[in-house]
């Protein structure tokens, strides 16, 4: 072991050489992608799969021994001191929505990666094993069912998901059958409450609170709460020129002022906000009227009885709209996750590294979901947030972040692990 003088010597890393690594292996990965001109990774895709290896192997370059396992999960450990019993998880996901950017999931999968390899050449061990782990599925793109690859670790898999299908009409549980993945392997990721340390993620902000206050990094106090939904509206499909106005049972109509009354509902709370982020009608046609249309829609605030009350309304407020236009509207609960506070502990000592790097500690919640909140009521969670450019684009091709707040993010997340007992 080497005495403290040349550890911490050893911990002092040249200016720049973290962020621009960062940055450069995001580029690498972008360039697996299922869309020709824009980045796509969905879950169990040919280009998830590579994305995945690509992973594993740059973790046993950095020394860490690395698997990946069977939901997808690459998880690489850099060993503790003798007698660690306990591990600290650092992590996030690296599948993508579509179109996406190169940094959201990936920038803290990444951070966590570098940093361990920097711990692995100086040699340095911690009192608890170090788990980079790079989540197979946090987006929900391809079932609608978000979190499953943390949802497995932290042994919160939700089994009603493998009854979800993709648009090819693949069920998840089929996906895993062909992977060789039953029910016993999925549940054997789950890491026991006793053996773990905390939980860290670095991540892109996905807005712009801390571009607007000129701050490279911000602590997360809280991960918001969200419910996600799919309303399916069934009407009567007519002549668009022979059925009267007064007569129609128009099911897009409906969906429309279903819109509209989630987006009254969630401006009445100031910690609320409502999406409909898809809306189709299935096999509509310029001359028919639509007989059936289908919506989705997510709910969030940090507040648990704010978001609650909110879907009561709503609730409420979809029937009154189906009875008065003499159309049915069936809604279906595809997720629902409680607000996920970040531990006190982990807040602080995420400041103390900020203070250290005399940047000023600067708090906020995240509007976002994101993998942390699976492990919050088993260990200690911590969240450090990256300043994203771009005016705070995410999900987006445009979104961006420097390698100067790279290299900030990584020496912050350095800091804390090897002060953390």
Known sequence: MLDRKARQAGERVAPGIFGNRIIDLARQLGQHSELPDALMCTYFSQVHKAVAVQLR??????????????????????????GATKSLLVGSHYDTVANAGLFDGRLGILTGLVVADHLNRIGRQLPFHLDIVAFSEEEGVRFSAPYLGSGAIAG???????????????????????????LAAIRALARPPETLRGYLEVHIEQGPVLLERDL???????????ARFRVTVEGVAGHAGTVPMSLRRDAAAAAAEIVLAVERRCFAAADLVGTVGQLAVPH????????????????????????EAAISDIRAEI?????????????????????????????????????????EPFFLPSGAGHDGEMFAGITDIGMLFVRCGNGGISHSPLETVTAEDADLAARILLDVLVNLN
């Open 284 to 307: 509509g046609l310029i001359n028919v009227i639509p007989g059936r249309c289908e919506l989705s829609l997510d709910l969030r605030s940090s507040d648990d009885v704010t978001r």
């Open 216 to 226: 490279p990094v911000g602590i997360v106090t809280s991960i918001v709460g969200s």
């Open 319 to 359: 029937e009154q709209i189906a009875k008065r236009r003499r159309v049915t509207a069936v809604i279906t609960e595809l997720s629902h996750h409680l607000a996920a506070p970040c531990a006190q502990s982990m807040q602080s000592a995420l400041a103390e590294a900020i203070a250290r790097a005399a940047v």
């Open 156 to 182: 919160r898999f939700d089994e009603s998901t493998l009854a979800r299908r993709d648009q090819n009409n693949v069920s998840l549980a089929t996906v895993l059958r062909k992977e060789g993945v039953d």
């Open 57 to 82: 192997d740059w973790m046993r370059a950095a020394g860490l021994s690395a698997e990946i396992d069977a939901v997808g999960n690459v998880v690489g450990r850099h060993s503790g001191a003798a």
